[in-house]
Every structure is written in C-alpha cells, then in structure tokens.
C-alpha cells in the first residue's frame, strides 16, 4: 500500500472520513443547483437529496456511533433525524426530499422545478444544522 498517497489524502488524521462526506455532501449541494439551473430537475432532486444524506450521515457516524449497514442505511438515519435529534421540520423535508429523490429515479413522471424551489432551503438548512454538530 502506498501510505504517502494516503497521507496526502489525510487518511491518518482524525475526521478525515468526515471531511470526505461533507466534502461529498458539499459536492452534490453545488452540482444539484446547477442542475436546477439547467432545467435537470430529476438530476437535481437526486443530487440534493444525497448532498442531506451525506450531511446527517456524517453526522450519525461521528456523534452517534452509527455503523454503516448498506441495505436500509437510508430509513435508519431518518429514524435517528425522528429521535430528537433535530426540528420535526428538517425529519419532515429530509423525506420529502427522498420521496423527490425516488420519484426521480422510478417514476415516469419528472421532478418540477416548483418542487424543488419549494424544498432547497429546508435541505440547505439541514446540511448547515448536521455540518455545526460535528465543527
């Protein structure tokens, strides 16, 4: 194993994992806007919605303790969002965005922009919440 590639990366310092998900959250915030932009709203709503998964998700990992399980790794952090953890509000935009999210990609029907405008600043506001508990 190269460890100077990893060391260039930041693999041995603490957090590094986090970065990496905010930095993928941060990501596909910016890339789900330009879609919006470009009149991409299936692509947006499916960038977006994974730019608040990532967020909590960090969040679950370095708060919570929570370990990744691939299959149902979705609905447990909602459920850990419904435990107090934060505003009924954000629990409630974060799955309407994975409702946005699944009708993007199994529905023949497209995402609109009036859906999306009218969910982007609860999302933007839930990745700021889940970002500061873990600064």
């Known amino acids: ?7 260039v990366i930041g693999f041995h310092q603490p ?13 596909n915030l910016n890339v789900g806007k330009e879609c919006l ?6 692509a947006a709503a499916s960038r977006i919605y994974y730019a608040v998964f990532q967020a909590v998700l960090n969040w679950a990992r370095a708060k919570k303790g929570f ?3 691939r299959d149902g790794v979705h609905g447990a952090i909602a459920r850990l969002m419904n435990e107090g953890t934060s505003s009924y509000q954000y629990h409630i935009a974060f799955l309407k965005a994975r409702r946005l999210r699944e009708k993007a990609d199994y529905d023949p029907d497209p995402v609109t922009m009036e859906e999306l ?8 506001s839930i990745i700021d919440f889940y970002k500061s508990k873990v600064e």
């Open 37 to 42: 932009e470009n009149g991409q709203y299936d």
């Open 1 to 7: 194993m190269n460890t100077t590639w990893l060391a």
């Open 15 to 27: 957090g590094w994992f986090g970065y990496s998900m905010l930095h993928k959250s941060a990501q």
């Open 67 to 69: 370990g990744e399980r």
């Open 117 to 124: 405008d009218k969910l982007l600043p609860s999302c933007e």
